[in-house]
C-alpha cells in the first residue's frame, strides 16, 4: 500500500516495474482482456480542479480492473457549503479503498495523505507536481526510445507553473536524460528545481528559443502557457502564444524524435503536427490508462500478473 504524491515516493527500481506492469496491462486498458484485479474496491476521484484526461483515464482504468469509482468535484458538494478538505478527505476515508486527488493548491495532496489511511495518489497539485502524469509520460519516451539514458529532452513553455515539467524533469535526470529548459525569462523553472536537477549530475540548459533545439532533440514535450496561475493577467498577455510548434519546422528533425504535451494545448502545437510520425500527444493521453492502472495495483497491493492474457 502506498501514497504517491512525488516522484521521491519511487525508486528507479519501482518506477521500472510499474513501467513493466503497464507494458503488460495494455490489451486490458484497450478492453481486448479481461482481468478483475480490482473488482469489489472503490476510488474516490477527488477533483477539486478541472481535468479531462486524469480523472477519465483513472475512472477507465479503474473499470476496466472491474473496480469502481466515486466521482468527486468541488460543484456540486459540500465544499460550496464551506466544508474543509480535512473534512471532506474524512468522508472518503470511509467511502473508498483508494483516491486521486486534483487540487489548486501546491501541497492539498501530502495534506490529505496525512489525514487519511487510504492511499492517495497526486493528481496534479496545483504548480506543485503530476507524478501520475510521469509515470505515463516515462513509458511513451520508453516505447518510441527503448531508454531514457543519453537521451536529449526538451522541455518547453511554462516551466515555472507547470506541474507536469517538474515531476518529469526530476524523474528523466535520475535516468540520465540530459535537459533543454525553453521559456520565457518570466517562465524558468524554478531555481531551486533547477539546481537539484543538476546535483543529480546531469546536463541541464536553459533557453528562450525553441527553434535551435529542434534538430537535436529526441523528445521535444510542449506545455501550455497556463492562463489560469498568473497573478497578473498583464503578464499573462506578453507571453500567451510564445512558443508554436508547426510542421514546417520538424522538416531536420531526428526521424525518431517524438513531441509530445500533456494537454490540453491551445495554441502551442499546430494541428498541422497531427498527422507527423512525430506526434505522440494523442498515445500519450491513451498511456495514462495502463499506467494509472499498474499504479492503482501497486498502491493497493495487487501483483500485476507477469503473464497477462
Ligand atoms: N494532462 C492532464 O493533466 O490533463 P487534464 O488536466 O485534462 O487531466
Given at each position: 500500500m502506498g501514497d504517491l504524491v512525488t516522484m521521491d515516493d519511487l525508486t528507479n527500481e519501482e518506477i521500472v516495474a510499474i513501467l513493466d506492469d503497464s507494458e503488460r496491462l495494455v490489451p486490458v486498458a484497450r478492453g481486448v482482456v479481461n482481468?478483475?484485479?480490482l473488482e469489489g474496491k472503490v476510488l474516490a476521484n477527488m477533483f477539486f480542479e478541472n481535468s479531462t484526461r486524469t480523472r477519465m483515464s483513472f475512472e477507465t482504468a479503474m473499470k476496466r480492473l472491474g473496480g469502481s469509482v466515486l466521482n468527486f468535484s468541488s460543484v456540486?458538494?459540500?465544499v460550496s457549503k464551506g466544508e474543509t478538505l480535512y473534512d471532506t478527505m474524512q468522508m472518503i476515508d470511509g467511502y473508498a479503498d483508494i483516491a486521486a486527488i486534483r487540487h489548486p493548491r501546491q501541497g492539498a495532496a501530502q495534506y490529505s495523505a496525512d489525514a487519511v489511511e487510504i492511499p492517495i495518489l497526486n493528481a496534479g497539485d496545483g504548480a506543485g507536481n503530476h507524478p501520475t502524469q510521469t509515470m505515463l509520460d516515462l513509458f511513451t519516451i520508453r516505447q518510441s526510445h527503448g531508454d531514457l539514458?543519453?537521451?536529449?529532452?526538451?522541455?518547453v513553455g511554462d516551466l515555472r507553473y507547470g506541474r507536469t515539467v517538474h515531476s518529469l524533469s526530476h524523474a528523466l535526470v535520475r535516468f540520465g536524460a540530459s535537459l533543454t529548459l525553453v521559456s520565457p525569462g518570466t517562465l524558468r523553472m524554478p531555481k531551486e528545481i533547477v539546481a537539484d536537477l543538476r546535483s543529480q549530475g546531469s546536463e541541464v540548459?536553459?533557453?528562450e528559443s525553441l527553434q535551435e533545439q529542434i534538430n537535436h532533440a529526441d523528445v521535444i514535450y510542449m506545455t501550455r502557457i497556463q492562463k489560469?496561475?498568473?497573478?497578473?493577467?498583464?503578464?499573462?498577455a506578453k507571453v500567451a502564444g510564445i512558443f508554436k510548434l508547426n510542421s514546417s519546422?520538424?522538416?531536420?528533425?531526428k526521424k525518431g524524435m517524438i513531441v509530445m504535451h500533456p494537454l490540453p494545448r491551445v495554441d502551442e502545437i499546430d494541428p498541422n503536427v497531427d498527422s507527423s510520425d512525430h506526434a505522440k500527444y494523442f498515445e500519450q493521453a491513451f498511456n495514462g490508462v495502463p499506467t494509472r492502472m499498474a499504479l492503482l495495483c501497486r498502491s493497493l497491493g495487487v501483483e500485476v500478473p507477469k503473464e497477462v492474457k
Open positions: 482481468l478483475p484485479l456540486g458538494t459540500s539514458d543519453g537521451l536529449n529532452v526538451v522541455l540548459a536553459e533557453t489560469e496561475r498568473f497573478p497578473d493577467e498583464d503578464e499573462y519546422d520538424l522538416s531536420a528533425a
